[in-house]
């Protein structure tokens, strides 16, 4: 497959999901990966990726110079061309402004990389440092007004360019990875998603034998999907645990049950723990604090049920390629904006070996093979929903009266939101309850009740996000059914912050 070397820019993954979306396996490794370990995923041809770093820093990201001896095409973009120049012997300066955004790319010389490219089209800009001096050996294919756009050593196979091919904005950029990916590495289609669940089916065959896997399904996408896929493996070998920490979406662990336990018949442990979590949390108002109560009574009891069953030998989780490039990720601490939590480290005594079907992929992937094995689209496409679930969207104290109202409220939201075909135009839709009363009328009555706020975020990373314009006569349907049907909220705001600096959730 190809290999790119993660210099630490956000539009990475997105060349490895380019590649793979033509059917040929894209693989995400640190730049300071060793020559060894590079070598020894054969590459058809090397990405080096963009990146915040300068070729000049002290912390310069670098690479060892004899990537380009491994006789490998390379293809570097952005941060990437930049350091290809410095390392081959051309020289990179600071730019006067940089360039950012949209730009226009006229073709100079074209090759291999640019082929069936037109003479001007627009690219996307991203950078700051640029290349002024090529390496020997290496001709001009591009510029964008006076910069050099792109570079290209054909005879041994380095290509280079200074903007992001990956991106939408790019014009031809999908065209430009086709031509690297297919004539310049000569890559061969091996990457289908039904021979992927084929082989992890005969994989977890092989690994388990008849041993027993116990996993922790929380009725989101991937521990679904990982669910599934094992118990196509192993059958009844499979146990799930679900937690209902009380915390959770209308009727969540009915419809877990129904869809997991009913439709595809398997064996779900439900824990019903809403008394502990609510006991837990009672008195506390602070968002941190709650998160992290969450938090760990959730590890409590996981591995209170999953020490049960002693004759488990791995722990299944719905780990995706994204967790982890996160974890082998170069990148330094950023700062702790929220505390987020997921499946904590079992109790050393288990000594379960760990099954994570669902490590290679991008998350549409995962979704593609929900589908593919049988699960409900709609279940497959569903909003994000955060592990400390109505915990941190009920703001202040917890309370069961609270969770009850959020959870009629938000579910009218969300009804609508399908209703009207919405529902997949926005990335994550949700009701958030204020502890903030105020006065209304209803009839003839004085009322004096909850705030509720409407959020629906657009996002392709969650990094950052803008507020979703929803039609004005949607959010007043919306309004007037919540207002109407849930006791206990007179009131709803819509909430039209973006991010940053507001996040989406609101604890
Ligand atoms: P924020 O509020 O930080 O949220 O803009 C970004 C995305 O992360 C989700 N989120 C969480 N997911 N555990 C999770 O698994 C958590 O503790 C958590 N907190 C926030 C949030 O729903 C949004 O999709």
């Given at each position: 497959g190809i290999i790119i070397l993660d210099f630490?820019?956000?539009y990475n993954q997105l060349i490895a999901r380019r590649v793979r979306e033509f059917g040929v396996y894209a693989e995400i490794l640190p730049f300071n990966a060793s020559l060894e370990e590079i070598k020894n995923h054969n590459p058809k041809g090397i990405i080096l990726s963009g990146g915040p770093?300068?070729?000049?820093?002290?912390e310069a990201h670098l690479v060892d110079k004899e990537l380009f001896e491994l006789g490998v095409p390379v293809l570097g973009i952005c941060y990437g061309m930049q350091l290809t120049a410095h390392l081959l012997g051309g020289e990179v300066k600071k730019g006067v402004k940089g360039e950012y955004g949209k730009a226009e790319l006229n073709i100079l010389k074209s090759n291999d990389l640019l082929n069936?490219?037109?003479?001007k089209s627009t690219v996307w800009m991203s950078h700051f440092d640029e290349v002024y001096q090529l390496p020997e050996g290496f001709e001009i294919a591009g510029k964008s007004e006076n910069v050099i756009a792109s570079m290209a050593n054909e005879e041994r196979k380095i290509y280079a360019v200074?903007?992001?091919?990956?991106?939408?904005?790019?014009?031809?950029g999908a065209q430009l990875l086709k031509n690297f990916v297919f004539?310049?590495?000569?890559?061969?289609?091996?990457?289908a998603l039904t021979d992927f669940i084929e082989n992890e089916i005969q994989r977890i065959k092989d690994i388990v034998g008849n041993q027993r896997v116990i996993l922790g399904l929380s009725g989101g996408v991937d521990s679904s999907v990982a669910a599934v896929l094992i118990h196509k493996a192993i059958g009844d070998q499979l146990t799930c645990i679900f937690v209902d920490?009380?915390?959770?979406?209308?009727d969540e662990g009915k419809k877990v049950m129904e869809n997991?336990?009913?439709?595809?018949h398997m064996n779900i442990k439900m824990v019903d723990a809403r008394e502990q979590f609510m006991s837990k949390l009672k008195g506390i108002s602070d968002p941190e604090e709650k998160r992290k109560i969450i938090g760990r009574e959730f590890v409590e009891v996981f591995n209170d049920e999953s020490t049960?069953?002693?004759?488990?030998?791995f722990l299944a989780q719905g780990t995706i390629y994204p967790d982890v490039i996160e974890s082998q990720s170069v990148k330094g601490p950023s700062a702790t904006i929220k505390s987020h939590h997921n499946v904590g480290g079992l109790p050393?005594?288990?000594?379960l070996k760990l099954l994570e079907?669902?490590?290679?992929?991008?998350k549409d992937e995962v979704r593609k093979v929900g589908v593919e094995l049988g699960i409900a689209r709609e279940l497959v496409y569903r909003h994000p929903f955060p592990g400390p679930g109505l915990g941190i969207r009920i703001l202040g104290e917890v309370d069961e009266e609270k969770v009850e109202i959020l959870q009629e409220a938000d579910d009218i939201f969300i009804q609508e939101l399908y209703k009207n075909n919405l529902y997949d135009e926005v990335s994550q839709a949700f009701v958030v309850l204020l502890p903030v009363k105020s006065v209304g009328v209803m009839g003839d009555e004085r009322t004096y009740e909850y705030t509720a706020v409407v959020r629906s975020a657009n996002t392709i990373d969650f990094m950052t996000a803008t507020w979703s314009k929803l039609p004005y006569e949607f959010l007043e349907t919306v309004s007037s059914r919540i207002i109407n049907e849930v006791?206990?909220?007179?009131r709803v705001a819509y909430d039209i912050s973006s991010k940053p600096p507001a996040t989406i959730e609101w604890e």
């Open positions: 630490g820019s956000q770093s300068s070729v000049f820093g002290s069936e490219i037109p003479a200074q903007f992001h091919p990956e991106v939408s904005h790019t014009e031809f004539n310049i590495c000569e890559a061969e289609k091996n990457w920490t009380g915390l959770l979406r209308k997991y336990g009913k439709h595809f049960k069953f002693d004759d488990a030998s050393e005594t288990m000594k079907p669902l490590r290679e992929l991008f006791k206990g909220i007179n």
